[in-house]
């Protein structure tokens, strides 16, 4: 019972991340139908951006942790979000319009790239920072067993759901929202309206990867350790959830992240860690047979 | 049309400039966190340092690289509009329909069978091109479910790593031969594919894509943990090499062997020209198997599909058993590849079997133009020679080789020798090509 709360904590806790990282798949793909590769990346280098600050402020004396917290997630988040546009403007958007493939392939090289990239100028060694936010709750304890709610937990649960109300409201309420709807609906009659399409897609790119941001932020602090390959593994998860919840639903991307993050702990807490992976991915396999569009996805219907 | 004009118009040095700054601009930016800045580790401690000059390095780079690139587009497209208003059509040759593309293809034959003659005595020509020979027949392998089934697969790698691991372990557990475990990985291999093929049936696109991806990492998942079976992240070592018709390639001993058969000294490079000929051959037999397939219903059917699932069905073509085969076949032709690099190695690892492995799988499917079996070949020996060459600068060419995935891209979409032409076309005037 212990151990099943305690998965819980941290199955939520790492749900969260993949469901930031998702959004940034599920809007691309809503708004121009292709897989963003490269968007695992762009979450390491995000991380790499906030060891890097980190290092800075402690560097300067800063000790606060709150202030630093903030000054890593809105630095993380500006050049991270720079790197999310470049990407667009490079490698997507001239190949706008041409086949399905080619921009999957321009991705993957792009992930290539920017994997690269950073173990060449950031080294390829596991990169530790000094523990940015130690403790947490003892919630309870059962015959020995504490449960215990890291303050780090807590930190990535409160940005998440903030985060998570105030992009839902961005995107039904506001005037960006509704233009990045109609994008996802019909890029050419959006652009007959006299809206900048192109711009649209940029600014989608730029919030994906700012959300994949906040995610990377959120995980350096949360395992202390970054090296230039997590975007891999991360990234593949985090578009596993968000097939799961349904592609091109935000909602689903969240709730396809949390499942997928419950999935890995309660899995690898009962059963077998090495595996949790093959757990994640079946159970995809068996979602997509029996309801292909994911789960609040709608399904598609192809007219003739 | 004033739209075109707009278009067309000629940019201004300043307006070049102007844009140039703003590249520069970026490229401080992206730059500043990454180049710039760099933490090391001193003591168990990280420590920041900089790189000024190499990050001014690359703003200066990237100004000067975007100046050039301007002004060579500029000309380019005025030279294009010049070209348009002087009312000469450009030409328009399909360089797939080509025939220059037949002999081109025999070329490349009469080449691939003299290499190891002429570079009998350079081991590492022998060894790279055999290198190339497997991406292609690989890429062939893929391109009858990506180019030809237009079923999007990226966890190819998996039955590569089938087809290998089944050899590895006939071999070393059982004491097969290359040639008795070759029809059986293949067999193994396939039935892999159905078995893959089976839940995608119903999913499109994306979707099968990354349940493909999962499956790849499935089966690498299960042989890094599945020690008893595998050898867990050890692999399998000292598998034994394919033999010539029962002559294994060893020093003379007291079994007659290659060398002292034939008469020969013994020397290591019979071995590797032997293994270069070997996948030349499985390699040109996939080709030719694959070009036959494509004349067959089952072939018509798979490019059928692609265009256009719902007519097919339409037209009473089981959708069902068209995408399985294709799967099936395209799994096996990975597993004979996997076969071969097993023996080839001797060892094989799960290290051999990641993802970014399927990525350069997919990657030269797509560069040399979905369905074009030549096209397959040049982007082989792109991607294979790219990162070869780029060995004295070993550090970048993992860069350089994405970098070159997206030039290329965007270069040509379609790939390098893009065409989508049915294999068979029906002529108005009954006459059949």
């Not at chain 1, 940029?202 to 202390?224: D, I, K």
């Not at chain 2, 100046?67 to 450009?90: C, F, I, K, S």
């Not at chain 2, 029962?246 to 013994?266: C, H, N, Q, R, V």
Request: aromatic letters at 12%; charged letters at 10%.
């Amino acid at each position: 019972m212990a151990l099943a709360l305690q998965q819980l904590i941290n199955g939520l806790t790492l749900g969260a991340v993949y469901g930031l990282i998702a959004i940034g798949y599920t809007m691309v793909y809503g708004i121009i139908g292709m897989i963003n590769f490269a968007h695992g990346d762009i979450y390491m280098v995000s991380a790499f951006i906030a060891v890097t600050v980190f290092t800075l402020l402690a560097g300067f004396g800063i000790s606060s942790v709150p202030l630093s917290l903030l000054v890593v997630l809105l630095v993380a988040v500006f050049f991270t979000s720079i790197y999310g546009w470049t990407v667009e403007r490079t490698a997507y958007r001239p190949l706008r319009g041409s086949t399905r493939l080619a921009p999957l392939i321009s991705a993957i090289g792009m992930s290539i790239f920017l994997q690269n990239m950073v173990q060449l100028t950031q080294g390829a060694r596991v990169k530790p920072i000094a523990p940015v936010l130690v403790g947490g709750i003892d919630v309870l304890t059962v015959d020995g067993f504490t449960v215990r709610l890291a303050y780090s937990q807590i930190l990535i649960v409160v940005v998440t759901v903030t985060l998570m109300t105030g992009f839902t409201w961005l995107i039904t309420k506001t005037s960006f929202g509704r233009q990045q709807r109609s994008c996802e609906q019909d890029r050419l009659m959006t652009s007959l309206l006299g809206i900048n399409v192109d711009r649209t897609i940029s600014l989608t790119f730029m919030l994906g990867a700012a959300l994949a941001a906040v995610a990377g932020v959120m995980v350096t602090v949360y395992y202390g350790v970054v090296d230039f390959f997590i975007g891999f593994v991360a990234g593949i998860k985090a578009f596993t959830a968000a097939v799961l919840g349904g592609i091109g639903s935000l909602p689903g991307a969240m709730l396809g992240g949390l499942l997928i993050g419950l999935i890995e702990a309660f899995w690898a807490a009962y059963l077998s860690a090495e595996y949790k992976d093959v757990a994640t991915f079946t159970i995809l396999i068996v979602v997509l047979m029996f309801r292909p569009s994911g789960l609040l996805g709608r399904p598609e219907v192809e007219k003739v | 049309m004033a739209a075109l004009i707009l278009a067309h118009h000629q940019t201004s040095p300043a307006e070049r400039l102007k844009d140039a700054a703003a590249v520069a601009f970026i490229a401080l930016l992206l730059g500043i966190p990454m180049i710039g800045l760099l933490t090391v580790d001193q003591g168990g401690a990280l420590r920041i340092a900089t790189r000024w000059p190499a990050l001014f390095a690359f703003v200066a780079a990237c100004f000067v690289g975007r100046l050039v690139l301007r002004y060579a587009l500029d000309q380019w497209r005025a030279r294009q509009l010049a070209r348009d208003q002087a009312d000469t059509p450009a030409k328009e040759v399909s360089l797939a329909t080509n025939p220059l593309l037949n002999w081109i293809g025999w070329v490349a034959l009469g080449v691939s069978v003299a290499l190891p003659i002429v570079f009998a005595e350079n081991r590492y020509v022998v060894d790279t091109a055999t290198t190339v020979l497997i991406y292609v027949m690989l890429g062939w392998g893929l391109n009858v479910v990506v180019g030809l089934a237009g079923l999007l697969d990226l966890g190819y790698v998996a039955f590569y790593a089938v087809g290998a691991y089944t050899y590895g372990l006939l071999s070393t557990q059982f004491g097969w031969g290359f040639w008795s475990a070759l029809p059986v990985a293949g067999a193994i291999t396939a039935s892999f594919g159905v078995l893959l093929g089976w839940p995608t049936l119903r999913l499109r696109g994306d979707y099968l894509a990354i349940v493909t991806l999962g499956f790849g990492e499935i089966i690498r998942i299960i042989l890094v943990n599945w020690t008893e079976l595998s050898g867990g992240p050890n692999g399998i070592a000292s598998i034994p090499r394919p033999s010539f018709f029962g002559l294994p390639f060893k020093p003379p001993g007291d079994d007659p062997t290659f060398a002292s058969f034939f008469g020969l000294e013994y020397a290591t490079h019979q071995r590797i020209v032997f293994l270069y000929y070997l996948i030349l051959v499985l390699a040109l037999l996939t080709n030719l198997f694959v070009s036959r397939m494509r004349r067959l219903p089952i072939g018509r059917a798979w490019e059928a599909m692609r265009e256009d699932e719902i007519a097919c069905k339409a037209m009473g073509i089981n959708a069902r058993n068209v995408k399985l085969s294709a799967f099936a076949i395209g799994a096996m032709l990975g597993g004979f590849a996997g076969v071969f690099f097993a023996a080839r190695q001797g060892f094989i690892s799960p290290e051999s079997f990641t993802f970014s492995e399927s990525a350069i799988i997919l990657a030269i499917v797509v560069l040399g133009g979905m369905g074009s079996q030549l096209g397959v070949v040049l982007a082989s020996l792109v991607l294979v020679l790219l990162p070869e060459l780029g060995r004295d600068f070993a550090e970048y060419r993992m860069l350089l080789f994405g970098a070159a995935m997206i030039l290329i891209m965007i270069w040509k979409p379609g790939g390098i020798l893009s065409h989508r032409e049915p294999t068979l076309r029906y002529f108005a005037n009954g006459g059949r090509r």
